[in-house]
């Protein structure tokens, strides 16, 4: 077995909704290195957005998916951020409230931030450590605070705190005058600062966003404010007036404004992005469909197309409390029986994605290359298959329902799965979500089926322990904002993961995560079915686009000439 360990500097993480936005290789030449699209960005106009889904949340104490993160990188602004997509290394943490990362104790227990000057929210009230505060801590509120699980994992709050809606002050974060803030930490964590640009890292105003308050609204320190919203139709942005580009060394915020377009079906949006015509020409999207891409062989065509690496994993989630799912054969058979081969058709064929093994992507540090299911093109075993079956006392196979989105990439990828499972005596019925629902119905486990196909991008790409504790560990299963979908809560891998994550040496624990992705592969909790690439098509007057299979940077996109948008 051979280990790779690259740090991604392919991508920043995030995505556009349920369509997954992508980290940039070449135009036209999916071999070559990183690329944009030519012309430089200018000041003005408006980018348009064409997206099936609505995004799951305004508030980035509840959102956390691939849908919504690059979105909040336009209004919201942290301590410490993600560089620039189009930097050297676009996974570098940067200072963006912060004057500087983070100053760490020598027992790596205290982390301590001071803030810029010129920081303010879009009414002109200026951001204090008071206000940088108060957003953080509603992490911790049960209701509101199901997004990105990292605050509440390294910050040493007290047991019983749950937000200052319901507890008030968090004593663990201080604020010794208005530009300060220090962090104290339940064990040393050498990537606090990759933590603190998390979405929900983020400044409000003390009192505010109590209740369902944030759902349709904002508070914006970014570039952008919040100008119109009509959910599932149209959302539109304009310039935050208060925001100081002389504060914010990363986002360029070259439009006027930006409208993202909602409820567009994706093969339209692929035919409205080829033809370019009228404000399309100022448009992006997400990937475009694999049934589109025969048509992009056009020279003018092909001269617009950016193919960007995978960083996500796709899989199907099993549920480990259920029924069905409880013996390790019963998972086993799954993962033996699966043609992944045809998997990988349905996602766009071999130029586009490529089978899985297990859940860390090639492009993190801490991929392993092994694979337990040795199996022949990836078609699958049968007759393997079948012999776990029996052993789990299922001979004949056994019915279990899959929750999958509703777009026609996770349809297709679904009807794969049906087929190859078939083979074996094992029926799965679909239960189809809509996108803008779906991730809030599948974190929920009291509403999730027995399996669920969905997919999962690293928080950070230069270490595989945002792909793993998230998924796998017991302690991160909860009634709301649940994301270890397999329900698994195994000690052993419990303690793993704990041991892994106090780890200082960042080699050693890089080695670790590729070890305890094979060890839990050997459970099966979960079905790695592809690592996806992606291709994308910006419109004509598009500049500075960078596209990402996790988060594409929105605030460095602009248009070649504001005077056509």
């Known amino acids: 077995m051979t280990r790779k360990k690259r740090l991604a500097g392919l991508v920043a993480l995030v995505g556009v909704s349920a369509l997954l936005i992508t980290g940039c290789s ?51 602004r942290g301590l410490v951020m993600r560089s620039a997509g189009d930097a050297k290394d676009p996974n570098l943490m940067v200072p963006d409230l912060a004057e500087k990362l983070g100053e760490v104790s020598d027992d790596g227990l205290t982390w301590t931030y001071t803030l810029k000057d010129d920081i303010f929210f879009d009414d002109g009230t200026p951001i204090t450590s008071a206000e940088m505060k108060f957003g953080i801590s509603r992490a911790w509120d049960p209701q509101i605070g199901i997004g990105s699980p990292y605050l509440k994992k390294t910050i040493d709050a007290p047991a019983d705190y749950q937000g200052p809606y319901v507890s008030g002050d968090l004593p663990t974060i201080e604020t010794p005058d208005a530009k300060t803030i220090v962090f104290h930490l339940k064990a040393p964590f050498p990537e606090f600062d990759n933590v603190l640009a998390q979405q929900n890292a983020v400044p409000f105003p003390l009192g505010s966003g109590g209740g369902d308050e944030f759902i349709n609204h904002v508070v914006a320190s970014g570039p952008y404010t919040l100008d119109k919203y009509t959910p599932g139709s149209i959302i539109t942005l304009k310039r935050n007036e208060y925001w100081k580009p002389s504060s914010d060394d990363v986002r360029k915020a070259y439009p006027d404004a930006w409208q993202f377009d909602i409820g567009i079906d994706p093969a339209t949006i692929d035919e409205r992005l080829i033809a370019g015509q009228g404000e399309d020409a100022n448009a992006i999207s997400g990937r475009i469909q694999p049934a589109t891409l025969p048509r992009l062989q056009t020279p003018q065509l092909k001269e617009r197309i950016i193919k960007a690496p995978a960083v996500c994993a796709t899989y199907i989630a099993m549920d480990t409390t259920k029924d069905v799912f409880k013996d390790v054969n019963a998972r086993d058979a799954v993962n033996w029986a699966l043609d992944r081969a045809s998997v990988v058709n349905a996602t766009g064929g071999s130029q586009l994605a490529t089978a899985a093994s297990g859940v860390i992507p090639p492009a993190i540090t801490g991929h392993k290359d092994f694979n337990l299911w040795k199996t022949d093109g990836g078609k699958g075993d049968v007759s393997k298959a079948k012999a776990l079956l029996a052993k789990a006392g299922m001979p004949d196979g056994f019915e279990f329902t899959l929750d999958i989105s509703s777009t026609p990439l996770a349809q297709a990828q679904a009807t794969a799965i049906q087929e190859s499972l078939k083979r074996v005596g094992i029926t799965v019925s679909l239960n189809v979500i809509d996108v803008t629902d779906f991730y809030a119905t599948i974190q929920q486990p009291a509403l999730q089926h027995e399996g669920v196909l969905r997919g999962w991008c690293p928080d950070w790409a230069s270490s595989a322990s945002t792909m793993i504790p998230p998924l796998f560990s017991g302690d991160q299963i909860r009634e709301k904002g649940n994301y270890n979908g397999s329900m698994l809560n195994d ?25 305890l992705d094979e060890q839990l592969m050997k459970l099966s909790p979960i079905a790695p079915l592809v690592f996806q690439d992606g291709i994308f098509l910006p419109g004509k007057n598009i500049a500075g686009y960078h596209p990402s299979t996790a988060m594409t940077d929105l605030a460095i996109v602009g248009l070649k000439d504001p005077s056509k948008g």
């Not at 990183?34 to 430089?40: C, D, F, H, I, R």
């Not at 305004?58 to 336009?74: H, K, M, Q």
């Not at 052993?492 to 670790?512: F, P, R, S, V």
């Open 26 to 76: 070449a135009k036209g030449d999916p071999g070559a290195g990183a690329n944009v699209s030519e012309g430089m960005p200018q000041k003005g106009g408006t980018v348009h957005m064409l997206q099936k889904a609505d995004f799951s949340n305004l508030d980035p104490a509840r959102g956390w998916d691939t849908g919504v993160n690059a979105f909040y990188r336009l209004i919201y």
């Open 491 to 515: 000690p052993e891998i419990n303690a793993k993961i704990t041991d892994i994550l106090a780890m200082t040496d960042t080699e050693k624990a890089a080695t670790a995560w590729g070890d």
